[in-house]
T-cell receptor, first 112, second 111 residues
């Protein structure tokens, strides 16, 4: 049973466009929601994360929007660049126990 | 500060063979985890540890063993390799800030 559901599976965006990836969860005990970026042949790296006490967090071109009542959160990449082409994973965890549950990933391609 | 290191980077096994995937971190992190990554399935937690001497099962623990004798090391043992264990394996560690740091991965093929 997938604890975190992620969509779309793949995404193609023009350079300068906005990339949007969505995730949904069921377990209301989750209190930490990170996004990871993974390039081919590398391990995932933390991109940005949010806790449920805020509805939005922005770091540069990357923004997480969080909807606690809908149990959904999304990653927005503004002004998408070819260098953003990678696989993105959302995740959720409970601080106690530190177990992370990952979405199935979104392959983003930004075309020049 | 090397972060999280994993060895080997690549491994080919025959069905029934056993092996140990090594993972080490030099950040003094309490939490360490093993994941496998398969196409279309994301990262799935195999085993995790909240400190030396303490381990627990994740989502897909069957066929794998772990131990945590030191804070730094968290090896993953495949007892009797099966083709279904062909995957990319990632080790990760985290401290009190929840940020997980991943190693570079081990690509395992079981024939």
């Amino acid at each position: 049973q997938q604890q975190v559901k992620q969509s779309p599976q793949s995404l193609i965006v023009q350079k300068g466009g906005i990339s949007i990836i969505n995730c949904a969860y069921e377990n209301t005990a989750f209190d930490y929601f990170p996004w990871y970026q993974q390039f081919p042949g590398k391990g995932p790296a933390l991109l940005i994360a949010i806790r449920p006490d805020v509805s939005e967090k922005k770091e540069g071109r990357f923004t997480i929007s969080f909807n606690k009542s809908a149990k959904q959160f999304s990653l927005h990449i503004m002004d998408s660049q070819p260098g953003d082409s990678a696989t993105y994973f959302c995740a959720a965890s409970k601080s106690i126990g530190n177990q992370f549950y990952f979405g199935t990933g979104t392959s983003l391609t930004v075309i020049p | 500060n090397a972060g999280v290191t994993q060895t080997p980077k690549f491994q080919v096994l025959k069905t029934g063979q056993s092996m140990t995937l090594q993972c080490a971190q030099d950040m003094n992190h309490e939490y360490m985890s093993w994941y496998r990554q398969d196409p279309g399935m994301g990262l799935r937690l195999i085993h995790y540890s909240v400190g030396a001497g303490i381990t627990d099962q994740g989502e897909v623990p069957n066929g794998y063993n772990v131990s945590r004798s030191t804070t730094e090391d968290f090896p993953l043992r495949l007892l009797s390799a099966a083709p279904s264990q062909t995957s990319v394996y990632f080790c990760a560690s985290s401290g009190l800030t929840d940020t997980q740091y991943f190693g570079p991965g081990t690509r395992l093929t079981v024939l």
